[in-house]
């Protein structure tokens, strides 16, 4: 039996800036719309979405008799200053996978247990688990928003079949009447209503992460070539933010 107490602390010494625990049963579709947004179409060429929703929506499909998820954060603070060259806050840092993976393999083994780990590798939607576990809330731009380190975290998780003695509480959606990451996007990519969510057709990082094909001449750059951060600069959570890497 897990501590929560216990895996917090060994997080912590691992060196992430925030954990929680959640119970490993299925997300609702009012914590991850996952369905209502690829029967929209609004998943456009990607295609690998379709596949395992499932999987996607219950890690006991993923990892057989799984009871827990601990999720991890990793701040990487907002854009550098002064940074001009059109690359996202996330992409001036090192490769987030290269971080990621050999943190949560270093607290798995600190814990002593087995447990499958998760950092945008397999069909497990880091964002909405971390959600699930008290971390923060996914805002209407689609990105989870923590109380400290704003938007601009990394995630994680080790899906394990290990009981916890606590699981923490999905923490409260405080985006309330704001529509700040709606009107600053260039290309009205992001819902105004109903569960966030954003139309990859219409979206910058979309064309300079996902796609090979190149940008349609109707979607405005915003002068980015890697990512884009202009949803996340115009969000009230994220102005007093520093940067932590
Ligand atoms: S990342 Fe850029 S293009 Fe995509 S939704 Fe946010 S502001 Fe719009
Ligand atoms: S800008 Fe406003 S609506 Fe968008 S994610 Fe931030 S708080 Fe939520």
């Known amino acids: ?3 929560s107490e216990e895996v917090k602390r060994m997080a912590a010494e ?12 299925a997300l609702t579709d009012d914590e991850y719309p996952l369905r209502e947004w690829i029967a929209k179409g609004w998943h456009a060429e990607l295609g690998y979405m ?35 060259d059109g690359v996202a806050a996330y992409a001036q840092r090192r490769e987030y996978h290269e971080v990621i993976k050999p943190m949560l393999s270093a ?8 447990g499958k780990l998760c950092c945008d590798t397999v069909p497990v939607s880091d964002k909405h688990w971390a959600a699930r576990a008290g971390l923060g809330w996914i805002g209407r731009h689609t990105l989870l928003i923590t109380k400290q380190w ?6 994680g998780e080790i899906v394990t079949t290990e009981e916890c003695d606590k699981y923490d509480a999905p923490y409260e959606h ?12 260039p290309n009205h990519a992001i819902a105004a209503e109903g569960s966030p969510m954003i139309n990859v057709a219409r979206c910058i990082a ?3 992460t996902h796609n090979p094909r190149p940008m349609p001449p109707d979607v405005d750059d915003g002068g980015y070539t890697l990512g884009c951060d202009i949803c996340q600069l115009s969000c009230p959570y994220n102005q007093k933010i520093k940067p932590s890497v």
């Open 206 to 208: 979309y064309y300079t």
């Open 50 to 84: 379709e596949r395992n929703v499932d999987k996607r929506m219950d890690p006991r499909l993923l990892v057989p008799g799984a009871r827990t998820v601990i999720c991890v954060v990793s701040a990487y603070g907002p854009p550098e200053k002064g940074r001009d």
């Open 14 to 25: 691992v060196g992430f800036e925030a954990c929680g625990v959640a119970r490993a049963d």
């Open 150 to 155: 704003g938007s601009w975290v990394n995630l």
């Open 174 to 185: 405080r985006c309330g009447t704001c529509r700040k990451c709606v009107e600053a996007c």
């Open 107 to 114: 607290l798995r083994q600190k814990l002593a247990i087995d």
């Open 1 to 3: 039996m897990l501590k």
